[in-house]
């Protein structure tokens, strides 16, 4: 029996949809994907691998290769092929960029706001604070909190924007 694993939908546009997933082979790998019109399918498409890919993200050369076998319509196809070349993966720091956030909510106080961040990018691996952290007046502990929240999401969750 094969290993199936690495299940992920696309959104195409247009009512189109793509579930991809990954199987193994005796030899390596492959990438299979399946295209879906308003729920039903109109193709599919392999792309296999003996050792690794060089894609910007996971399937995208299956979804390449799905939508131009797909025979869609030019509109169709110029939207989904589209979809495909911008598509970014989703950040996995969003979730600490929400707890980031929030720890500005929850506490009214700035350093206990301060404290919270510290803990959560704490998690991250990687990231450590200097020796002199607990003798940084509060403003600056925000500065380089903010600094951090900044290159870890890049992207602005409504707070200032963080000067250099």
């Known amino acids: 029996m094969t290993k199936m694993y690495d299940h992920q939908l696309f959104d195409l546009g247009h009512g189109l949809t793509a579930?991809?997933?990954?199987?193994?082979?005796?030899?390596?790998?492959?990438?299979?994907a399946v295209l879906f019109r308003d729920g039903t399918q109109i193709a599919q498409a392999k792309a296999c691998y003996y050792n690794?890919?060089?894609e910007s993200y996971r399937y995208e050369s299956v979804l390449l290769k799905l939508i131009?076998?797909?025979h869609l319509i030019p509109a169709e196809h110029d939207a989904a092929r589209a979809s495909v070349l911008n598509y970014k993966?989703?950040?996995?720091?969003?979730?600490?960029?929400?707890?980031?956030?929030?720890?500005?909510?929850i506490t009214p106080d700035q350093a206990d706001a301060n404290s919270l961040k510290k803990i959560a990018l704490s998690t991250v691996t990687g990231i450590e604070f200097p020796d002199d952290w607990d003798t940084l007046p509060e403003e600056e502990k925000a500065r380089r909190l903010g600094k951090a929240k900044h290159v870890l999401l890049e992207i602005d969750l409504g707070?200032?924007?963080v000067k250099p």
């Open 19 to 32: 579930a991809c997933h990954t199987e193994d082979t005796r030899y390596g790998f492959r990438h299979l």
């Open 52 to 54: 690794r890919t060089w």
């Open 68 to 70: 131009d076998d797909a």
């Open 89 to 105: 993966e989703p950040n996995p720091f969003s979730a600490l960029g929400g707890l980031l956030a929030l720890a500005d909510v």
């Open 159 to 161: 707070d200032e924007p």
